[in-house]
């Protein structure tokens, strides 16, 4: 089958109480269409657009998944967009061990997909729910599932296995799984891109960092250890999560606050990171702007935020036979340059100064933000929507 212009996949990603949607056209990218259904589950829903005519808001029908992804296809049939969808691709979190590559739907491993569900309670029934709304409402459509994981299958026993008893591994899954593998995917190919070398032969360390936060070491192209686990909670300290603790905090936690498991874990998720330790927000550009007027705890927030991701990037360093980039990405990797410089500055002894002048551009044409003496740090826009929209288009295109 050939592409056609005017084609576009539609990439769904479900979360909890949202659903972020865009309508993509897979080889040049361009978006035709793209909104967020928010405060799913309660009755003040609303989904809200942005196409090429300006921004527009839909009337939902209710106030669940299935009513948001109602009002996505009356959008797409009032902004004409229905008939030139070829795929729908899903971002799905956990594939476990099953899945390490993107996977064209069918009702067979649909149901191989429900029994992994447990491994990401909060996130996989809701991605579910997205597949089974679209196969009732546009049965005629591929569907392809993108895991957050899948990239990180290549990590070797010794970077995924917790210290536990290996019963536990053999029994359960536990392991570590790691996650924003779609966008490690996508920087890596973009940044060996800009390099003008293969990703086959590229050595990068990468830091994720927007609401969730995460860093990976990349070896000629295969991730190789990260620092997100079981869980996305694992690891760097992130908007609302904690990152790594000592674990015996929380049964500590319970006793002393008198709580429940789930309500530490509540706290661990959804009230620490740079919400916790600022007090003020969960959002960078907030805890900055009282930083700057004085704020004690916003500053040791941004303080830990950036020393954390210094000793993981260093930690991670030790899978990497040479360090060809450190590539900075997401909301805050790609935007703030106060995160970039402290970051790297921590990171001296891996070769690491910044360019005060380039940092302060967020890069210059090849995303070069150091000196030219220093080991080479840059910023990559990430783009997982795309990445999602070309393993649809290569998927339903091959199986056409
Ligand atoms: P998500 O993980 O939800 O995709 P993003 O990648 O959009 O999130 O990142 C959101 C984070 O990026 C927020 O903390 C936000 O404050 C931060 N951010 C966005 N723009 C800037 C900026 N100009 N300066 C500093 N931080 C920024």
Known sequence: MLFMDHEYTLVLNCGSSSLKFAVL??????????????????NQASLTYQSEQGKGQVQLT????????????????????????????????HGGEAFSQSLLITDDNLKQLETIS??????????LLGIKAISQLLPQLPQVAVFDTAFHQTLPEAAYLYALPYEQYEQFDVRRYGFHGTSYRYVSEKAANMLGQP?????????????????????????VDTSMGLTPLEGLAMGTRSGDVDPSLIPFLCE????????????LNKQSGLQGLSGISND???IQQA???????????????????????????????????????????????????????????????VDGALNQTNGNDQGRITTDS???AMVVATNEELMIAQDTFALTTQNA
């Open 25 to 42: 056209q897979p080889h040049t990218g361009a978006c035709a269409l793209q909104g967020l259904a928010e405060r799913l589950g309660s």
């Open 62 to 93: 209710g106030h669940d998944h299935q009513s948001a992804i109602a009002g996505v296809i009356e959008l797409l049939s009032a902004q004409n967009l229905l008939d030139s969808i070829r795929g729908v691709g899903h971002r799905v979190v």
């Open 118 to 127: 447990h491994l990401a309670p909060l996130h996989n029934p809701v991605n």
């Open 199 to 223: 990703v086959t032969d590229s050595h990068f360390l990468i830091a994720h960092l927007g609401n969730g936060c995460s860093a990976c070491a990349i070896r000629n192209g295969q991730s």
């Open 256 to 267: 002393r606050l008198n709580l429940e498991t789930s309500d530490v874990m509540n706290i």
């Open 284 to 286: 960078m550009r907030e």
């Open 291 to 353: 930083a700057e007027q004085g704020h004690v705890r916003a500053n040791l927030a941004i303080e830990v935020f950036a020393f954390r991701i210094a000793r993981y990037l260093g930690a991670l360093a030790v899978s990497l036979p040479r360090i060809d980039a450190l590539v900075f990405t997401g909301g805050i990797g790609e935007n703030d340059r106060l995160t970039r410089s402290l970051v790297l500055e921590h990171l001296a002894i891996l070769g690491f100064e």
């Open 374 to 376: 220093s080991t080479l």
